[in-house]
Antibody, heavy 118, light 108 residues
């Protein structure tokens, strides 16, 4: 069974940093592109970032986070990361890790809540 | 950026009725569109991809249609478990992805 489990969420002050982890099981992580998608509670979904599955580690970012967020992966640990720096109040959201399937997301984690507030 | 507009924002129907949800793109996304279902407190679930293909395990009462800029998700006969929020997503503008704002399907 495919499972994605996010961790690392919490409360952080504006300007602070946080690293989210997504631990995968039930499939070969190295064979899949992976994404982070966020959702302000009660609002719509917003794509954040994606990373390739192979050794090239090609990455892409939404304009709103480029230069502040970094996606990475450790296939040996079956884990994808999202390092978030210079956090702003508008980054407050539930962050989902997803597995890519033909550019869509066929499996989602349960989400990690990030709250940016003083 | 390709903007997806979903309508209506809220749809009130009764079990057994037919639901028709719309997603309109600001420019053509060919058939690179998906629909997701999200229930309260849960992550989204992929229902439809490539505009009309059902994902694994999705009941036949869910169907998708459209291409270019206008897309429709149809639920032929609503079951109690179908009342949820539905999101559309486009993947045409690789490498970025955008979502619509969602349609809430509620029990009348």
């Amino acid at each position: 069974e495919v499972q994605l489990v996010e961790s690392g969420g919490g409360l952080v002050q504006p300007g602070g940093s946080l690293r989210l982890s997504c631990t995968a099981s039930g499939f070969a992580l190295s064979k899949y592109w992976m994404h982070w998608v966020r959702q302000v509670p009660g609002k719509g979904l917003a794509w954040v970032s994606r990373i390739s599955g192979d050794g090239s580690t090609t990455t892409y970012y939404a304009d709103s986070v480029r230069g502040r967020f970094t996606i990475s992966r450790d296939n040996a640990k079956n884990t994808v990361y999202l390092q978030m720096n210079s956090l702003r109040a508008e980054d407050t959201a539930v962050y989902y890790c997803t597995r890519e399937y033909y550019a869509y997301s066929d499996h989602w984690g349960q989400g990690a809540l990030v709250t940016v507030s003083s | 950026e390709i903007v997806l507009t979903q309508s209506p924002a809220t749809l009130s129907l009764s079990p057994g009725e037919r639901a028709t949800l719309s997603c309109r793109a600001s420019q053509s996304v060919t058939s690179s569109l998906a629909w997701y279902q999200q229930k309260p407190g849960q992550a989204p679930r992929l229902l439809i991809f490539d505009a009309s293909k059902r994902a694994t395990g999705i009941p036949a009462r869910f169907s998708g249609s459209g291409s270019g800029t206008d897309f429709t998700l149809t639920i032929s006969s609503l079951e109690p478990e179908d009342f949820a929020v539905y999101h559309c997503q486009q993947c045409s503008s690789f490498p970025t992805i955008t979502f619509g704002q969602g349609t809430r399907l509620e029990i009348k």
